[in-house]
C-alpha cells in the first residue's frame, strides 16, 4: 500500500504512455516538448506525480549505458525531483528493463506490478488501485508467455552481453513494427465484455469493495468506465496518436478526482 498525505493547495498527477522514442525522432521529439510543457503547467501545485508505464518505446539499462535521448522530459523530471515532488514510475511492457537508474538519479520509486494507494487529505479520502495493465487478466496469452521469457535474469543477462547500438536497434524495429501494423488496423474499440484490463478490475474491486478508482495505462484509448461497485476504471490513453487526440491525464486534489484531456493548443 503506498500512501500519501496530500497537503493543501496540492495535487497528485498520474499519466501514462508516452513511448518516446517512436517511430522517429521528430515526432518523438515534438511529443517530448509537449510532456515538458504539460509539466510545465503542474509543477506549481503537483505534491506526486505517478506515470504509469511505456514511458519510453523502448528501455534498457546497460552496466554503463542508457539509451541516448528523452534529455527534455528527464531534465524537467529532474527539476520537479531537486522541487521535493514525489516522482512514482510504473514499469510497463515497454520499459521492463528498468532498474536503479532513474531511482538513484532522481529518488523516483520503481513498481512492477499493480498497487493499492491511499491519498489522504483534510476534506477526503481516496483509495486507488494502479498499474500499467500490461498481462492483466484473462487471455491475452502469448503476450504473457512473452513477457515470461523478457524479465526472465537469463534473458536479461544475455541480452545485456549485446552492444547497445545492436541491441537497442532491434528492439527499436521490433517495438516500431509491432505498433505500425497495430495503427494502420486502427484503435481496438473498448468493449467492456473483452477487455483484459477491465476483467482484472472486475474481480479486484470484488475482493476490495473499499476502492474507488483503478487507473491503468497500456490500452492507449482513454476510458472512464463506471462499475456496479461504484468505483470507475480509468485508462489514461496515450501521448503518440496524432493532435494528443488520446493523451489524457487523472488529477486528485483535496476533494475530488479529475479525467482531464491534455489541451494540445497550450503546447
Do not use: C
Not at 228 to 250: E, Q, R, V
Amino acid at each position: 500500500m503506498i500512501h500519501i498525505n496530500l497537503t493543501s493547495g496540492k495535487k497528485v498527477y498520474f499519466a501514462s504512455d508516452f513511448h518516446l522514442g517512436f517511430p522517429d525522432e521528430k515526432s518523438s521529439r515534438e511529443r517530448e516538448k509537449a510532456l515538458v510543457s504539460w509539466l510545465d503547467q503542474v509543477q506549481s501545485d503537483t505534491q506526486d506525480l505517478f506515470l504509469l508505464g511505456d514511458i519510453f518505446d523502448f528501455w534498457f539499462e546497460y552496466k554503463t549505458a542508457v539509451p541516448r535521448g528523452f534529455v527534455r522530459f528527464l531534465g524537467k523530471l529532474s527539476v520537479l525531483a531537486d522541487q521535493g515532488i514525489n516522482i512514482h514510475i510504473f514499469v510497463g511492457n515497454h520499459d521492463l528493463w528498468m532498474w536503479d537508474y532513474l531511482e538513484r538519479e532522481l529518488g523516483a520509486k520503481i513498481y512492477r506490478e499493480p498497487s493499492d494507494l491511499k491519498i489522504t487529505s483534510a476534506n477526503a479520502s481516496f483509495q486507488l488501485h494502479i498499474g500499467h495493465g500490461d498481462g492483466l487478466g484473462h487471455g491475452d496469452t502469448g503476450y504473457k508467455i512473452l513477457k515470461k521469457v523478457f524479465t526472465n535474469r537469463i534473458a536479461q543477462w544475455l541480452f545485456g552481453f549485446l552492444h547497445p547500438n545492436v541491441g537497442i536497434s532491434l528492439a527499436n524495429f521490433w517495438s516500431s513494427t509491432r505498433k505500425e501494423s497495430t495503427m494502420e488496423k486502427g484503435e481496438q474499440a473498448f468493449d467492456p465484455e473483452t477487455d483484459y484490463i477491465l476483467s482484472y478490475v472486475r474481480e479486484t474491486a470484488a475482493l476490495k469493495p473499499t476502492v474507488e478508482a483503478f487507473v491503468f495505462g497500456h490500452r492507449h484509448h482513454p476510458i472512464a468506465y463506471s462499475l456496479p461497485s461504484g468505483a470507475t476504471y480509468y485508462n489514461l490513453g496515450d501521448w503518440f496518436n496524432p493532435h494528443f487526440k488520446n493523451a489524457y491525464y487523472l488529477q486528485i486534489d483535496e476533494n475530488k478526482i479529475n479525467f482531464i484531456h491534455f489541451n494540445a493548443d497550450r503546447v
